[in-house]
């Protein structure tokens, strides 16, 4: 098993960034593809990024292409959101989860087991 927590989340002004961070307790962390979602409110949960267990491969989401990177240390149990460029509609709860299905193309949520509480993100106008 394997447990998850985020860090990094706050309120920042448009345009600024911000570095989410999802520490996984465990041996086998290396193991796992890890993948990043949000739901903003009203809003179903969505996919924002995922990443194999190498570093290797990488998905993103369209709306954060080019602005948003994925990233891992297995040697901290670590997986990294660098966000750039931030938008309004960015604003949301930031999940990271992890499987140990990931193939890697974008993966569905049902394929992860493992979840964090998440982390508030906020982008103001």
């Known amino acids: 098993q394997v447990q998850l927590v985020e860090s990094g989340g706050g309120l920042v002004q448009a345009g600024a960034s911000l570095r989410l961070s999802c520490a996984a307790s465990g041996r086998t962390f290396s193991s796992y593809g890890m993948g990043w979602f949000r739901q903003a409110p009203g809003r179903e949960r969505e996919f924002v990024a995922a990443?194999?267990?190498?570093?290797?491969?990488?998905n993103y989401a369209d709306s954060v292409k080019g602005r948003f990177t994925v990233s891992r240390d297995n040697t901290k149990n670590t997986v990294f959101l660098q966000m750039n460029s931030l938008k309004p509609e960015d604003t949301a709860i930031y999940y990271c989860?992890?499987?140990?299905?990931?193939?890697?193309?974008?993966?569905?949520?049902?394929?992860?087991?493992?979840w964090g509480q998440g982390t508030q993100v906020t982008v103001s106008s």
């Open positions: 989860a992890a499987t140990t299905q990931y193939t890697g193309t974008t993966p569905e949520q049902g394929l992860f087991g493992y």
């Open positions: 990443i194999n267990w190498s570093g290797r491969a990488t």
